[in-house]
Nanobody, 119 residues
Framework: QVQLVESGGGLVQPGGSLRLSCAAS????????MGWYRQVPGKQRELVAT???????NYADSVKGRFTISRDNAKNTVYLQMNSLKPEDTAVYYC?????????????WGQGTQVTVSS
């Protein structure tokens, strides 16, 4: 069993910053790609950023230059530094990870953390 636990969401004013964290725990052999997605009510979940086990990154066009994804492999943790936040960044942010366990490779999701950008 693998758990992903997110933290760091909250309310921030436009132009502000937040840092999200997601820690994976459980019967983990190794973790491949990790990523952040977000979802607003009535819309599909969308990719924000991903990072491979060796640090290659990919970003949605809407967050390039403002968000930075990073990871600490020793801690099985992925981070999302969000700067210059805009009201349209308001969403529930979900962590995702491709995890190798003894029975095979699976994708896991966190429970989500709310980010609200508002004055």
């Amino acid at each position: 069993q693998v758990q992903l636990v997110e933290s760091g969401g909250g309310l921030v004013q436009p132009g502000g910053s937040l840092r999200l964290s997601c820690a994976a725990s459980g019967s983990i052999v190794s973790i491949n790609a990790m990523g952040w997605y977000r979802q607003v009510p009535g819309k599909q979940r969308e990719l924000v950023a991903t990072i491979t086990s060796i640090g290659s990154t990919n970003y949605a066009d809407s967050v390039k230059g403002r968000f930075t994804i990073s990871r600490d492999n020793a801690k099985n943790t992925v981070y999302l530094q969000m700067n210059s936040l805009k009201p349209e960044d308001t969403a529930v942010y979900y962590c995702n990870a491709g995890v190798l366990v003894s029975s095979g490779s699976y994708y896991y999701w966190g429970q989500g953390t709310q980010v609200t950008v508002s004055s």
